[in-house]
């Protein structure tokens, strides 16, 4: 499975589990960190948290497992590292506050495909 597939897999597997604004961010032009920065909210600290342990479960049984997850313990913004993808689930307002999809739409190029609105749900 290559990363577009991985990142895919998890926006199917954040949008069974209700997250909100599900945004999928290439930055393969701007970073070689990872491939793809998905972004996603949470209705409360208990629902972000489960959203990336669920994500790490499906993402585990496709064969990706997880590098690193940071920020369980406060639950406001979890990060989950699965190399070519990293997934940031947080608050909304946490989200707003850092606006991760505007400091990465700054690069050169990007495709910002949002996947999922808090009104189709």
Request: proline share 2%; aromatic share 4%; glycine share 8%.
């Amino acid at each position: 499975m290559n990363s577009k597939q991985l990142s895919a897999l998890i926006i199917d597997v954040l949008g069974a589990a209700k997250a909100i604004d599900i945004i999928n961010l290439d930055v393969r032009d701007m970073t070689t960190v990872t491939d793809y920065m998905i972004v996603a909210s949470g209705t409360s600290t208990r629902h972000v948290r489960a959203l990336v342990d669920y994500v790490a479960e499906k993402a585990s049984k496709s064969g990706h497992k997880p590098i690193g997850v940071e920020g369980e313990e406060g639950g406001e913004w979890v990060l989950l590292d699965l190399q070519d993808v990293l997934v940031h689930v947080m608050l909304p307002r946490v989200r707003e506050f850092y606006n991760l999809e505007k400091l990465w739409s700054l690069g050169p190029s990007i495709e910002l495909a949002s996947v999922g609105n808090s009104n189709d749900r």
